[in-house]
């Protein structure tokens, strides 16, 4: 079973940035995208940013510009780092994986979730 493990999450002040990290655990043949998506109280989930094995980027345009998302291929981590944090940027943050299984089958895997909470 592949599970996404994230850790960075917390409480930050407005105006500071934030890393968040994830890795997916488990056996798999190789990951094709990587992202993370965050959930506001009584707001729909909404995809933050994503990145492929090829290094192509894709960012909510709403925070496009404080946002920067990368990955380190020999530990299978992505990082998403949050500049100038606002408290509207207050959420669960959740980390997405799509991997190839060794069945050669495709699986999405959500990770459980990291709080992030600004404080004004």
């Known amino acids: 079973q592949v599970q996404p493990v994230e850790s960075g999450g917390g409480l930050v002040q407005a105006g500071e940035s934030l890393r968040l990290s994830c890795a997916p655990s488990?056996?798999?043949?190789?990951?094709?995208?990587m992202g993370w998506y965050r959930q506001a109280p009584g707001k729909p989930r909404e995809m933050v940013a994503s990145?492929?094995?090829?290094?192509?980027?894709n960012y909510a345009s709403s925070a496009k510009d404080r946002l920067t998302i990368s990955r380190t291929d020999a530990n299978n981590t992505v990082h998403l780092r949050v500049d100038s944090l606002k408290p509207e940027d207050t959420a669960v943050y959740y980390c997405?994986?799509?991997?190839?299984?060794?069945?050669?089958?495709?699986?999405?895997?959500w990770g459980q979730g990291t709080q992030v909470t600004v404080s004004s």
């Open positions: 990145i492929t094995p090829g290094g192509n980027t």
């Open positions: 997405n994986v799509a991997v190839v299984l060794g069945n050669y089958k495709l699986l999405e895997a």
């Open positions: 488990g056996s798999f043949r190789e990951i094709k995208s």
